[in-house]
């Protein structure tokens, strides 16, 4: 990594808005089983700052609630349209967005028994512009062995839109859940969670709970990797992506802004190893609180360790994020705070 690529934090920070939009979607190839690619429509101690020019967090974009557009993306109410597969009497809500919610997205007909059906949109984890990235299909443990080589269970390319779209029976037996693997010129491979596996059978649920995939950029790791490198406790974790990690975002439902003020929470308690950076708002990292941007960095986390969004001692999260780390990747996670 290169610190001649870095870029200020001032433009990487802005949780700037980028277009939906749309475009016709490359058709992925599968690796295995009836898998297709269909067109889609439409509490630590030691925070101790860094050395070197401080990282400027610019805050969230916002909207005044009453709806408006943010860079791009609608944060107008979106009335009629389905969020969860829980809305739909099929039980099944076809969705490409999960903040801000996709105003297109529709109940449609369940998937077939032991099929599952993936949708979404890779975005740049700074910006949210829309990455044309190549994915891999996986479940979490093949991930988590080794996120550079593993083939997963199928493979595909999301549009220049960022929009995928994939049809798979390959997903039971999937131990805790299926993750996308994505890549593109100047990002880091990115681990991103799709849906858990449930706990008593290993069976999935007809579609995506997470529609939200992320790239995150090379310069904006190595970044991070500077400032953090100060840090007593991460320090002998990084860099970040070499030996793995965990960089997340605590973002409001509507717009997908940060959220300031928002402690992650290891359920695992005094138990937990992880050690958890905030951003704060004048470009330092904390052991408190996010700040404004919603940013937080997780190193050392065990495999599928959960943690809560929490503020005032209350669990603010829409639902817990699950994590995991390991060596030739980064790991992203956005935590969506309930309505």
Known sequence: MHASQFVPLVLLLASACSPAGGGTPTTGAPTSGTTEAASTTGSSTGATGSTGPAMTDTGTAGTDGSGGTTGGLSCMPVEGACREHEDCPSGYCESFSSAPPDPDATCEPAQPEGTIRLTGTVRDFVTRAPVAASMRIAGALDAAANPQTTPGIA????????????????????????????????YELTVTGLVEADIANGSYPPGATNHDVWVVPTTFVDELNTKLLADPEVAPFLPLGEVGGVVGRVREPDCGDGVAGVEIVSRAGAQSTAVIRYLADDGTFTDTATGPSGLFIIVAPALAEKFDAMQGGAIVGEREATVGSAPGGVFAVTVILAK
């Open 155 to 186: 493979m595909l390319d999301a549009d220049a839109a960022g929009r995928f779209e994939l049809v798979t029976d390959q997903a039971d037996g999937q131990a805790i859940g299926l993750v996308a693997l994505s890549q593109a010129a100047g």
